[in-house]
């Protein structure tokens, strides 16, 4: 702890040896003989030197203090704590010297004696309200709770602009339970004329912290709450940790705007301040999440990760706000990132298998084996590791190996995790079976499907095409399509899927309009529904529009079999 001793050390060094007898130091208290003289106290070393009875109480308690730093320095805590007790008894008027000694004294768990000194200090008629706090303080410890009441009070009194006998008052009421009395007393404090800013701010952190152990005070606690941070605001600190205590008081006491106007000032004022300026970004994250707005909080993220691009849990909730805007690859790539610098945070394993999952819908398949592989040998084989190894597969349309896993996660949901095998699973595993060719099987994983979530859109459609394509059980394809389409009526496969299923009950008429409004709304060009406009303008023996469609299809993808029905028929 600095102290005004301290800086006293110079200043006083040549006094020090002759009043202690440094070694190692000019020869001392010797004749011209060389011999040793009679040690001299400083008590009566200073009172041969004619100063008063306050001077020789100052110098007298400078070399005690001094003694007792050398000894702490030392590592002789218990030594030095009696030397700068000897410094307090002779210099009581000074404060800040019994103050520290009395924090010694209750870090040693000695609060006898702390009160000793404290009640010696408090006895003189000029004592100040901080020594009253302290004394408080000692009183709490002790479990005197009306002493350590009076003593607070005293303090207020003494010192009102310090809120160290508020604080005291205070958190006597709340250690009772009395959290309306201690609301009374932050209220008076709010009221205070003279309040400094550090006062303010100070309150400001007792009216949250009412809040938080209190939320039924909440509200009653606003009127105080906010004017205290309308003064402090006011006063316009100049400290940017003052500054950023003042910006939280904001925002743990609901004024997120006042908070963000903090926050951003502080951006401003103090550029090149590295570490506030990476709590200050976090900060202003979480306002913007908590806001829900989006684009605010991503952009506060990336301006922290150009001060620190290793920032782990920044790349995390830019990767999870890049999957919700569905900008996957920006997903993917902030999610690599904090793996690779940090694959050891608690979201860790999560991540890997979301970075896998998108890197299957970017069409990155290595990437994704890649990945998956390192979460296998990081963690253990998991039904996931399995499920999205499957999905991998499936994407490379090697559906014989996605079945392989699709089987293997099956078996270990069922001995482990059955609640797995949900809707989503199932309806995988049918669409794997569906394109291997193995439709009794995509059948019985599609009906299983459609059992556990009656209203699962894809899987309604992708069995109603399954079998409007097979010409089979059009009827209940139609309605399977059509319960599809009312859950998303543009959704430009389900349109396409209803267009076919029209088409197999030889009603070309009806699929035109269908099959035309599924191409408009696609996002891409697609080559099956092209395909598919083709065969419904052939049907309706229209030849050249029929043409027209087989030919984009064919230039968006090549396929043999409708590359074969652009060729002209037998005989012509």
């Known amino acids: 702890m600095q102290h005004r001793y301290h800086a006293a050390l110079t200043s006083f060094g040549v006094g020090l040896c002759l009043l202690t007898g440094c070694a190692g130091g000019p020869a001392v208290g010797r004749g011209k003989s060389g011999a040793q003289a009679p040690a001299t106290s400083p008590t009566n070393a200073v009172a041969a030197g004619g100063l008063n009875t306050a001077e020789q109480a100052t110098v007298t308690a400078h070399a005690h203090y001094a003694q007792g730093t050398i000894l702490d320095l030392a590592g002789d805590p218990e030594a030095a704590l009696q030397e700068f007790s000897l410094a307090a008894q002779a210099d009581p008027a000074n404060e800040q010297l019994v103050m520290d000694l009395a924090r010694r004294y209750l870090q040693r768990s000695r609060p006898e004696q702390a009160l000793e000194i404290l009640l010696r200090a408090t006895a003189r008629p000029k004592a100040s309200g901080m020594v009253f706090s302290r004394l408080a303080q000692v009183y709490a410890v002790q479990g005197k709770d009306d002493l350590a009441r009076a003593a607070s009070q005293t303090a207020i009194k003494r010192d009102p602009a310090s809120l160290?006998?508020?604080?005291?008052?205070?958190?006597?009421?709340?250690k009772g339970a009395k959290h309306q009395a201690a609301l009374a007393v932050l209220d008076q404090a709010a009221h205070q004329p003279n309040a400094s800013v550090e006062f303010l701010v100070g309150l400001g952190e007792l009216y949250a912290n009412?809040?938080?152990?209190?939320?039924?005070?909440?509200?009653?606690?606003?009127?105080?709450?906010?004017?205290?941070?309308?003064?402090?605001?006011?006063?316009?600190?100049?400290?940017?940790?003052?500054?950023?205590?003042?910006?939280?008081?904001?925002?743990?006491?609901?004024?997120?705007?006042?908070?963000?106007?903090?926050?951003?000032?502080?951006?401003?004022?103090?550029?090149?301040?590295?570490?506030?300026?990476?709590?200050?970004?976090?900060?202003?994250?979480?306002?913007?999440?908590?806001?829900?707005?989006?684009?605010?909080?991503?952009?506060?993220?990336?301006?922290?990760?150009?001060?620190?691009?290793?920032?782990?849990?920044?790349?995390?909730?830019?990767g999870q706000l890049s999957l919700e805007a569905k900008k996957y690859a920006d997903a993917a790539d902030y999610f690599a990132k904090g793996l690779l610098l940090n694959d050891k945070f608690k979201d860790s394993e999560a991540t890997y298998y979301m970075l896998a999952e998108l890197q299957i819908i970017l069409d990155r398949v290595p990437q994704a084996f890649t990945t998956l592989e390192r979460a296998q040998a990081k963690y253990r084989d998991s039904f996931t590791i399995e499920f999205l190894?499957?999905?991998?597969?499936?994407?490379?349309?090697?559906?014989?190996?996605?079945?392989?896993?699709?089987?293997?996660?099956?078996?270990?949901?069922?001995?482990?995790?059955?609640?797995?095998?949900?809707?989503?699973?199932?309806?995988?595993?049918?669409?794997?079976?569906?394109?291997?060719?193995?439709?009794?099987?995509?059948?019985?994983?599609?009906?299983?499907?459609?059992?556990?979530?009656?209203?699962?859109?894809?899987?309604?459609?992708?069995?109603?095409?399954?079998?409007?394509?097979?010409?089979?059980?059009?009827?209940?394809?139609?309605?399977?399509?059509?319960?599809?389409?009312?859950?998303?009526?543009?959704?430009?496969?389900?349109?396409?899927?209803?267009?076919?299923?029209?088409?197999?009950?030889?009603?070309?008429?009806?699929?035109?309009?269908?099959?035309?409004?599924?191409?408009?709304?696609?996002?891409?060009?697609?080559?099956?529904?092209?395909?598919?406009?083709?065969?419904?303008?052939?049907?309706?023996?229209?030849?050249?529009?029929?043409?027209?469609?087989?030919?984009?299809?064919?230039?968006?993808?090549k396929n043999p079999a409708v590359q074969k029905k652009l060729e002209p028929a037998p005989g012509r």
Not at 169 to 174: A, D, K, V, Y
Not at 215 to 232: C, F, I, M, N
Not at 494 to 508: E, G, N, Y
Not at 514 to 521: M, Y
Request: glycine share 4%; net charge negative; aromatic share 10%.
């Open 164 to 174: 160290a006998g508020y604080l005291g008052l205070f958190l006597l009421e709340m």
């Open 210 to 318: 009412l809040q938080h152990q209190a939320p039924s005070l909440k509200e009653a606690a606003k009127p105080g709450a906010a004017l205290v941070l309308k003064r402090a605001a006011e006063l316009n600190p100049a400290a940017p940790l003052l500054r950023l205590k003042l910006a939280e008081d904001f925002y743990v006491l609901g004024d997120t705007q006042g908070a963000t106007r903090i926050y951003l000032d502080l951006l401003e004022r103090f550029p090149d301040e590295a570490e506030l300026a990476e709590e200050v970004h976090t900060k202003l994250a979480q306002i913007y999440l908590q806001a829900s707005d989006r684009q605010k909080a991503a952009e506060q993220l990336q301006d922290l990760l150009k001060g620190n691009p290793t920032y782990v849990q920044a790349y995390y909730v830019l």
């Open 389 to 557: 190894k499957a999905r991998a597969f499936s994407k490379q349309k090697d559906f014989t190996n996605a079945l392989v896993h699709f089987t293997t996660a099956e078996v270990m949901a069922k001995a482990m995790e059955p609640a797995r095998l949900n809707a989503l699973f199932y309806f995988q595993l049918g669409a794997a079976h569906e394109r291997k060719g193995d439709l009794a099987e995509a059948e019985t994983a599609f009906k299983k499907t459609l059992e556990i979530d009656p209203d699962f859109s894809e899987a309604l459609n992708y069995y109603g095409y399954m079998l409007a394509d097979r010409g089979e059980r059009l009827d209940a394809a139609r309605a399977m399509v059509q319960k599809a389409l009312d859950a998303e009526p543009k959704n430009a496969a389900f349109i396409d899927s209803m267009a076919w299923v029209f088409f197999r009950l030889h009603q070309p008429e009806k699929a035109l309009p269908l099959a035309l409004q599924a191409i408009t709304l696609n996002e891409e060009p697609d080559a099956t529904l092209y395909e598919h406009l083709g065969d419904i303008y052939a049907a309706l023996q229209q030849p050249e529009q029929a043409r027209e469609a087989y030919q984009k299809s064919v230039a968006l993808e």
